[in-house]
């Protein structure tokens, strides 16, 4: 089946490191996502992890995969009041057509 | 490169009456996917195609959605008669064929049935 799960909330302070964690079902997804969306906005692509990687560093994220369990992580140092918004786990699936399916969102905010 | 460009930004309407949004996509961008993302939840695939043609409508709700891309290029989804729960951001997306590194969203078009 086609499934993303994530927590719906995360609380951190500014400063701290935040980690935002996703499962999935689908054993057969290439590519996982992380997109963020900000209040009244479209979704933005923040990075992108190819299933034969663990990690993937990008700048302040850090994305790692545990394609056994099925689990995808987003790591964010150094967390600023900038990073505040909803964060959506997904997953590219192959079904009729390849596609993307996408968790429910994890909201985090930040603590001063 | 222009983003995706969607309008209406923001549309209410009363429920039985219709709505149509339009999407041009990123220039060159062969795919096309417009997804409903209901307040609280992630966004969800209604269809997609590929130049003019439909690859995947399997979540449309065909009794009262209809889509079109015509020339391959600005595509147009339809609610008639539309319902209360249809009220969501409809969300467009573009991608080149087998956009592994993922989608382009536009802002979205927010819509109100009252």
């Known amino acids: 089946g086609e499934d993303v799960e994530q927590s719906l909330f995360l609380s951190v302070r500014e400063g701290d490191s935040s980690v935002i964690n996703c499962t999935y079902t689908d054993s057969s997804s290439t590519y996982l996502y992380w997109y963020k969306q900000e209040p009244g906005a479209g979704l933005q692509l923040l990075t992108y992890?190819?299933?034969?990687?663990d990690m993937k560093q990008d700048q302040r994220l850090t994305v790692l995969l545990n394609k056994k369990d099925k689990h995808l992580s987003l790591r964010i140092a150094d967390t600023q009041t900038g990073d505040s918004a909803i964060y959506f786990c997904?997953?590219?699936?192959?079904?009729?057509?390849?596609?993307?399916?996408f968790g429910s969102g994890t909201r985090l905010s930040i603590r001063p | 490169e222009a983003g995706v460009a969607q309008s209406p930004r923001y549309k209410i309407i009363e429920k039985r009456q219709s709505v149509a949004f339009w999407c041009n996509p990123i220039s060159g961008h062969a795919t096309l996917y417009w997804y409903q993302q209901i307040l609280g939840q992630g966004p969800k695939l209604l269809i997609q195609?590929?130049?003019?043609?439909?690859?995947?409508d399997s979540q449309l709700p065909k009794d009262r959605f209809s889509a079109e891309r015509l020339k391959g290029v600005d595509s147009t989804l339809k609610i008639q008669p539309a319902k209360l729960e249809d009220s969501a951001v409809y969300l467009c997306a573009s991608s080149t064929d087998g956009a592994g590194y993922g989608y382009t969203f536009g802002s979205g078009t927010r819509l109100t049935v009252v």
């Open positions: 997904a997953e590219r699936v192959y079904s009729s057509a390849s596609k993307i399916i």
């Open positions: 992890i190819f299933s034969n990687m």
């Open positions: 195609f590929q130049n003019n043609g439909v690859v995947d």
